[in-house]
């Protein structure tokens, strides 16, 4: 029988149950009838539980469902989805240069079609700039874009073979082949029989991510969503809406390799739901990672302007999430602005997402107390154990709010640095390709050019690119560094 995952009513009431506990929500009485009834938990990794419910106890879920979505939060004045609320409780919210204003940095690259000759031209006779957008920065280059995209790759392609595995799986694993800490590709050359069987590689991606298996990137839905915000700014411009991401969705992106917070998206989509509420209903994952991990192309294509690339990605996440799972995205977006003008080092970029995210936030107090810890201990061991004892038994693997802190941490405690970053975004457990992602985006970013990163790691990919997105597949990571600074050169 097939078992759809992420959408089955009877697999999500535990994880809403669960969310309603975080954003300030009271479940007990409701999870007190799923458990008098026979309701399971909520699978603890996969997305789908191994047997089917009844139709009484589906029908149920459902109910419960509604319920718990009617139910008031005691934390919607600290944590608001819109972007007006957000930008209210922010202080220190950027703004842009001022028009005239000398260029605060350049990027050295070649001038590209479109690109503004002098700081105060926007090469529109004096059109606005979109809101928060410093009027004139050049793109960066393509060389920074491409390291960008590289470093997206290898942070993936790293965390692709362990992703689901617990904490002390990873290190096991990599402890049997000398790999630790990490410096290199996870190999099943080595590890003992006993080993595997305890702690299987991810399934899927064994065949294409192990070491020895390397043979160029393999598809991941974490490169897959770059590219469909790149179709997006090609069609829509900066001025897109979330039904423009919807509808380029629809037509470019297969519904299988979509999940958890996205799969409900596209499904209510088809039901006739519109954003923002394809975000809201029967979405118990609306705070978990898949909006962050869309945020790289609207922080690549606003260099300078974190306000602006944390407003373009809150018109994309509002498909799919709210609140911390939005935040998450901004976040990211206005830390990629940062680091894309290369003048900043990590240090100020996480300072500055930061000045986007609503300051008594689940996530601004994660992410703050993350880069506490990565100052404090020297051992990045003991910053992910100390995250762990926080968070692992109350956060889905998935949830945005972790995976955030420690993406933090690891850039924190590396300094930026482009190995030791992704590998210790890896190396903390929970969603590891992701993390290992966006990791590699922002420290590949700061190394500015393939040249900076190790070859080790770049040469396996062999700049080529598996996706079943539009026609991108087999397409290298040089084209698309140029596709997207054409795209950051447009007003």
Known sequence: MLRLTWVQPEDLIGHELRQAVQDGREPSAIAARWRAAGGPEAPLTAGASPRPASRCLRLLATDLLDELAD???????????????????????????????????????????????????DGRGGTPQAPGRAPGPRAPSPARLEAAWLGRAVGCLLGKPVEKLPLHGIRHLARATGNWPLTGYFTARGVPGELLTRYPWNRRSAATSLAENIDGMPED?????????????????????????????????????????????????????EPPLTARHHNPFREWIGALIRADVH???NPGAPAAAAE???????????????????????????????????????????????????????????VRLAHEHADFTTVVDRLHDTYAATHHWVHAVPNTALIAAALTHA?????????????????????GATAGSIAGLLAGSPAALPERWT??????????????HGTGFDTLARLTRLEASRP
């Open 71 to 121: 139910l008031p939060s005691s934390l919607g004045d600290d944590e608001p989805t819109g972007l007006h609320g957000i930008r209210g409780l922010c202080p220190d919210w950027p703004t842009p240069r001022p028009a005239g204003s000398p260029a605060a940095w350049d990027d050295g690259g070649p001038p590209c079609p479109g690109d503004p000759e002098r700081p105060e031209e």
């Open 221 to 273: 839905d974490d490169l897959n969503y770059p590219l469909l915000g790149l179709i997006v700014l090609q069609r829509h411009g900066r001025s897109f809406t979330t039904t423009d991401v919807a509808r380029v969705w629809l037509d470019e992106l297969p519904a299988g390799r979509t999940f958890t917070a996205e799969r409900i998206a596209y499904r209510n989509l088809l039901g006739g739901l």
């Open 299 to 301: 922080g690549w294509t």
């Open 312 to 370: 373009q990605v809150h018109r994309d996440a509002t498909l799919t999430h709210t609140a911390n799972g939005v935040y998450a995205a901004m976040f990211t977006a206005a830390v990629i602005a940062t680091a894309a003008t290369g003048a900043h080092d990590v240090h100020a970029c996480l300072r500055t997402g930061l000045t986007v995210v609503p300051p008594r936030s689940r996530l601004a107090r994660a992410v703050e107390r993350a």
């Open 415 to 435: 300094d930026g640095d482009f190995a030791g970053s992704v590998c210790r975004a890896v190396s903390g457990g929970w969603d590891t390709d992701s993390n």
């Open 459 to 472: 040469a396996p990919l062999k700049n080529r690119l598996a996706t079943s997105v539009g026609d991108f």
